[in-house]
């Protein structure tokens, strides 16, 4: 792998994952198909390393996630590490475990805002997406959270299943009194490719998602605030990798292995560094990980001479890999790909009803369970 730059700019956010056990089993999990366990978990003495280096290295936000970060129960410690070494930090939650006294212990630590997630607006629709009971839990962590007046996030993945009650997820944001709701549409690689035929959406769901979006914000403009995370199956244009492979943020798994991009898991050739074996200034700056797919030197027609080169990177190094198993093509996503035939083969074996889908593939380790 070639085209390395000289100089890597200084990362400014740790995806720090402490943990991949999870109450939830959804079949979109950003978790990879092989989970860390518990017993080869970082420390909270290791992680107060990871964040000094971090801040060392001028990472200034970190995003406290899993799995579950609750179900760690040196979190608090783990949070106080990161407020010593002047990271900002934010919880990741499911909510599953999120009572006034966690929060308020998390808070004394050093959480500085907490997102939530929540998979549907009803909780019968909600409960089937996470594989389980969880809605009530929900539904009590955001008044927690909105009582302790820290600052909150909804986040929200969006596929087939719930994209038709996006009007209805709004409202709930609302509700809740979330001052943020992410609408992150489906990203298909690790448990969300496996279930891509019960997850990809219509092009129709699409374009009422977006006119739905827009005529929220119409309606309020003063919040929550709205962001919508672009799908990229139909459109032809690839997403930036991250603002490009090894530019902005670190992820630190469980078991310590650092990554350019929380899905770069599933990289079988990647060699992927760990931050027990090295510091994060030689895992950011020197490791091969990192600077395999950095700038554009690596590049092969028909990116590399792109006149978006500069501008998507190629697309996603994870979707290639997941989809071509080369990390080095260009994003099946691209409508300029060799490989985009993949992904138009996809959007017109979805389909445009409901019926017949394929049930659903739970995130859970060591053996499967379906749901129509």
Known sequence: MTGVPAVAEAPWALLAEVTHACPLHCPYCSNPLELVRRSGELSADEWA?????????????????GGE?????DLERIVSAAARAGVYTQLVTSGVGLTAGRLGALLDAGIESVQLSVQDARAADS??????????????AAEVIRAAGVPFGLNVVLHRRNLGHLAAILDLGRAWGAGRVELANTQFYGWALRNRAALLPTRDQLDEARRTVAAHRERHPSGPELVWVAPDYHDGVPKPCMGGWGARSITVGPDGTALPCPAAYAIADLDAPNVRAHDLGWIWRESPAF????GTGWMKDPCRTCSRREADFGGCRCQAYALTGDAGRTDPACSLSPDHGLVLAAVAASGDGETGLPGLVYRRPGRRRTAS
Request: net charge positive; proline share 5%; charged share 20%.
């Open 127 to 140: 409960d089937l997406i996470a594989g389980t009971a969880a809605f009530a839990a929900k539904e009590r």
């Open 69 to 73: 970060p609750l179900l760690r129960p």
């Open 291 to 294: 600077n395999a797919y950095r």
């Open 49 to 65: 390393r990871v964040f000094a280096e971090a801040a060392d290295l001028g990472v200034v936000q970190a995003h406290v996630s």
